[in-house]
């Protein structure tokens, strides 16, 4: 094992220079650092923005009621249940039953296998509705699980979209976690002015494309909505021509011709059908583009828009056209969000958490050193060096992978230090115990380097293990602690099994003809 061929050797020192030379970035100022890679520093060190949202979920609850009331009613028909007076009410979708149909009602409705209508969990050993007969009044409302798959559901979804939103603003390493059964927290390190932010998440991005009329009642399926800008009414079909479902793309554009800022959006097969469909039969008519039940702009259609693009108009800065071109582009929140807590924690936070684990790590650093220079001399000298260059191993990839460092991170480095001299010790002391009984130093070396891996192997895989698993289940800090443990783990069994031993090898060679203490 104390032999090294010379692509050994080479392999050993290219990784070395290539890592530190990653790592060096970091310690650069901007305009001498060779590439645009660096360790980004979560909340608790450089300071952001906290903010905790919570999803609305009630107006997805009546959303699904109006969905499945056209599906039941064309149920019960296809069913010959007999059925009169159905409407909804509140949540809830009432009706008046004829008794001929109420064994048959109760049948087909609970039926578990197949039930297009009324879903059966099986996790949960419950159907998705619930009803109450009481006579010949039905009374058809979600169940208590029913509403919980809807919160699960919407959670998610407004995750992801949470997730796309802060993704197109760019920022670094941004931390976006689930909070109970509602919640949504959102940490942006580095972010001091959250406001953007907040206009963004705060919009539910409901597009939809409806045109105008003049009947006013409601009774004909139009409605009265006020323009953005101006505040002035409208009346609108209820009838939606398209919805922001079937965008592909939106961008800001200036238009050339008005010199106006707008906003292009580009549409799926179906959706330039569609729209290319409802055009071709509206030419003269107004079209109204709203989003969130306000009307942005409605232009005259003066000719069929047909291969799925077109452009939004209105009072737009550059901005403002950004923004709604990013809303359009992560898609619409299944369920209104609000700020329910909001903090800024700032730079001097971050300024002494770094500097209480910078001393934390310089400390135990020179505590390690001057350990094992007593203990070790010579050898320790080279343990020392190698886990000096174990942590521009670590620094290097974290920096490849523009890791986030939390303060759970820098304990998880400090972790790293004591578990690379505990490898060290393992070894020299097996060494120890093998010069005893053997006078050749080549041989002792070999042998205690050969007997010591196992045990070496067995304690950092076993770490390795535990920290995969705390990156997979844990959240937050704790992913940044599993992170930095698990890579400085690798980087360990690196420089102490192949730049120690290397460096030890030389060291032995070069005196094998001498007496060597360790």
Request: charged share 25%; hydrophobic share 45%.
């Amino acid at each position: 094992m104390l032999y090294f061929s010379k692509l050994k050797i080479l392999f050993i020192y290219v990784v070395i220079l290539f890592l530190s030379y990653f790592s060096i970035s970091n310690f650069l100022y901007e305009g001498f650092k060779p590439f645009n890679k660096e360790i980004n520093l979560g909340l608790d060190l450089q300071g952001g923005s906290y903010l905790l949202l919570e999803v609305d979920t009630s107006p997805i609850v009546l959303q699904k009621i109006q969905t499945k009331f056209t599906s039941i009613k064309k149920f019960f028909r296809e069913n010959d249940i007999k059925f009169s007076n159905i409407k909804i009410q509140d949540r809830s979708i009432y009706f008046e039953i004829e008794e001929i149909s109420k064994d048959k009602f109760i049948s087909e409705f609970t039926k578990k296998k197949d039930n297009q209508i009324n879903t059966y969990f099986e996790k949960y050993k419950e159907f998705e509705f619930l009803y109450e007969i009481d006579e010949n009044e039905v009374l058809i409302s979600f169940s208590k699980f029913g509403i919980i798959e809807i919160k699960n559901v919407s959670i998610v979804q407004s995750l992801e979209i949470v997730r796309r939103r802060i993704d197109e603003l760019g920022t670094n390493e941004p931390n976006i976690l689930i909070r109970g059964n509602e919640r949504i927290l959102v940490e942006l390190p580095g972010l001091d002015d959250p406001t953007r932010v907040k206009n963004l998440l705060g919009k539910t991005a409901n597009l939809t494309f409806r045109f105008i009329t003049d009947v006013d009642s409601s009774d004909f399926g139009s409605e009265k909505m006020l323009f953005e800008d101006s505040g002035e009414e409208a009346i609108v079909s209820k009838r939606i021509v398209l919805s922001g479902d079937n965008l592909i793309d939106a961008q800001p554009r200036m238009d050339t011709q008005t010199n106006q800022t707008v906003v292009t959006f580009t549409m799926d097969r179906l959706g330039a059908k569609k729209f290319g469909r409802a055009t071709t039969k509206g030419v003269g008519k107004r079209l109204a583009i709203i989003l969130d039940n306000k009307i942005i702009s409605a232009p005259v259609i003066r000719e069929p828009i047909v291969g799925g693009n077109g452009q939004i108009s209105g009072n737009f800065t550059f901005q403002s056209a950004t923004d709604l071109a990013l809303l359009l582009r992560s898609g619409a929140l299944p369920a209104p969000l609000s700020i329910i807590e909001e903090r800024t924690v700032g730079p001097d936070l971050g300024k002494d958490s770094i500097d209480a684990g910078t001393i934390a790590l310089i400390i135990g650093f020179l505590l390690v050193i001057i350990f094992m220079f007593i203990k070790y001399r010579t050898f320790g000298l080279i343990a020392n060096f190698a886990l000096i260059v174990n942590l521009f191993l670590l620094a290097g990839v974290l920096t490849i992978f523009e890791a986030t460092l939390t303060l759970p991170g820098i304990a998880g480095i400090i972790l790293t230090v004591g578990m690379a001299v505990d490898a060290n010790v393992l070894i020299y002391e097996r060494i120890k115990e093998e010069m005893k009984i053997e006078k050749n130093n080549i041989i002792a070396f070999d042998s205690g380097y050969r007997k010591a891996q196992t045990a070496v192997l067995d304690a950092n895989i076993t770490t390795l293990i535990a920290a995969t698993i705390l990156f997979f289940l844990g959240s937050g800090p704790v992913k940044g602690f599993a992170i930095t443990l698990g890579i400085g783990i690798i980087t360990t069994l690196f420089s102490v099994y192949y730049f120690a031993r290397h460096l030890t090898s030389f060291y032995v060679l070069k005196n094998k003809d001498k007496e060597i203490s360790i």
